[in-house]
T-cell receptor, first 113, second 117 residues
């Protein structure tokens, strides 16, 4: 079973920041928070991941609360091409074959013109 | 970034035939590859985990004799859907883990759309 809870859908105006929340209240100390997105009929695309510090890359920022029970993915300037299903997944970074990415239902982000 | 390819991207076959889908990591070595299935308007469901040179580990409810997985090299895994039926029609996605990546990053292929008539 997925260990995360996300809203099923969100809207965002083009050019505005998109803030996607994720709850992971049962996260373990050695589990990272990963974000992937899936544009319609494509394979998932890696966005960002973090353990406890906030992270930023060319695609997005990841804000993790101090207690690590929730996080927010921020797309600073959403475009129409960011319309996709966004998945928040918790996973141990290291490990063997049992270290799997299990997808929940995700959030469908619809960027509106 | 790391690239994972799948072939074919689309396949249509008759009921009862077998279909093979290839998954390749193009610029990295992957000791572990994963196969997912996605039905319309649903999330990805993990089918199996394959490790190079050993037997695949199947998730509960996935028939290993129907979905044959071979991971013969560090860059290639194949999924064969045997005796396919219309209910096997789905979007099949593979994923490969970069064995040398600092965080065991997992990269996904573009998917294969299987339609069984």
């Amino acid at each position: 079973d997925a260990k995360t809870t996300q809203p099923p859908s969100m809207d965002c105006a083009e050019g505005r920041a998109a803030n996607l929340p994720c709850n992971h209240s049962t996260i373990s100390g050695n589990e990272y928070v990963y974000w992937y997105r899936q544009i319609h009929s494509q394979g998932p695309q890696y966005i960002i991941h973090g353990l406890k510090n906030n992270e930023t890359n060319e695609m997005a920022s990841l804000i993790i609360t101090e207690d690590r029970k929730s996080s927010t993915l921020i797309l600073p300037h959403a475009t129409l091409r960011d319309t996709a299903v966004y998945y928040c997944i918790v996973r141990v970074a290291y490990g063997g074959a049992t270290n799997k990415l299990i997808f929940g239902t995700g959030t469908l982000l619809a960027v509106q013109p | 970034g790391a690239v994972v390819s799948q072939h074919p991207s689309r396949v249509i076959c008759k009921s009862g035939t077998s279909v093979k889908i290839e998954c390749r990591s193009l610029d990295f070595q992957a000791t572990t590859m994963f196969w997912y299935r996605q039905f319309p308007k649903q999330s990805l469901m993990l089918m199996a985990t394959s490790n190079e040179g050993s037997k695949a580990t199947y998730e509960q409810g996935v028939e290993k004799d129907k979905f044959l997985i071979n991971h013969a090299s560090l860059t290639l895994s194949t999924l064969t859907v045997t005796s396919a039926h219309p209910e096997d029609s789905s979007f099949y996605i593979c994923s490969a883990r970069d064995r040398q990546g600092p965080y065991n990053e997992q990269f996904f292929g573009p998917g294969t759309r299987l339609t069984v008539l």
